[in-house]
């Protein structure tokens, strides 16, 4: 694996724009992490859970080098859509 080509994870500098919860993300590479959704904020993190379950907190640069942004702000309906058809996945997000 080439490692200059692989973002970095553990970058310091962080942007005053936090992503809004429910937020979905996917990976730009899958060998670092998978697909994505922000489902809390810790002071300057992200925290998401992974489509195979686990929760890490992220800083915006690090979703942005990362993930894909697949939409963001949902209204109360598309999160009624979201909760029953992710209900049915092995993680429930």
Same mark, same amino acid.
């Given at each position: 694996?080439?490692?200059?080509?692989?973002?970095q994870? =553990?970058?310091?500098s962080?942007?005053?724009?936090?992503?809004s919860?429910?937020?979905?993300? =996917?990976t &730009?590479?899958?060998?670092?992490?998978?697909?994505?959704i922000?489902?809390?904020?810790?002071? &300057?993190?992200?925290?998401?859970?992974t489509d195979?379950g686990?929760?890490?907190?992220f800083?915006d640069e690090e979703?942005?080098?990362?993930?894909?942004?697949?939409?963001?702000d949902?209204?109360e309906?598309e999160?009624?859509?979201?909760?029953e058809?992710?209900g049915? =996945?092995? =993680?429930f997000?």
């Open positions: 694996m080439n490692t200059s080509q692989t973002p994870l =553990h970058k310091h962080v942007s005053n724009r936090l992503f919860v429910n937020t979905v993300l =996917h &730009k590479d899958g060998r670092l992490i998978g697909n994505a922000i489902i809390g904020h810790e002071d &300057k993190f992200n925290v998401i859970k195979y686990h929760t890490v907190r800083t979703i942005t080098e990362c993930f894909y942004i697949a939409y963001s949902l209204t309906e999160k009624q859509y979201m909760r058809t992710i049915d =996945h092995k =993680h997000v």
